[in-house]
């Protein structure tokens, strides 16, 4: 399945292969600012359609993680990361996905807890 995604704006736009089964609510000090919704995908299952460049990056903690958002509108669309075994990861923030049933997706939660 290919999952169209993007800012509010357009300036960051991208596609998503793979099958949704489930996301992920994280409630670290910035996701639970945030509200999105995490999907993890290997790196390659993301492709950008538009320049690496529109996004810019926050970091924090350990700076494990790259979250990258849009400074025209604010969103935050994905994050990058490399996992425990040095595969690179993505985290599709689901609710930037168009054309999906948001209530239909399992959600789990950050302490194993199911929704
Ligand atoms: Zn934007």
């Known amino acids: 399945m290919n999952y ?3 800012c509010h704006c357009g300036h960051i736009k991208f596609e998503v292969e793979g099958t949704l089964t489930g996301a992920m609510s994280c409630n ?6 945030k509200g999105s919704l995490m ?6 299952s993301l492709s950008l359609l538009t320049p690496e460049s529109n996004a810019s990056t926050y970091e924090f903690n350990k700076h494990v ?3 990258q958002f849009c400074a025209i ?4 669309p994905y994050g990058e990361a490399t996992d ?15 054309g999906i049933d948001l209530e ?4 789990t939660h950050y302490d194993g807890r199911s929704r």
């Open 28 to 33: 670290c000090s910035f996701c639970q600012r």
């Open 39 to 44: 999907w993890f995908v290997p790196r390659e």
């Open 73 to 76: 509108c604010g969103i935050h």
């Open 84 to 98: 425990p075994k040095g595969n690179r990861m993505a985290a599709i923030n689901i609710r930037c996905l168009e």
């Open 4 to 6: 169209q995604g993007s």
């Open 65 to 67: 993680i790259k979250h």
């Open 104 to 107: 239909s997706v399992p959600v």
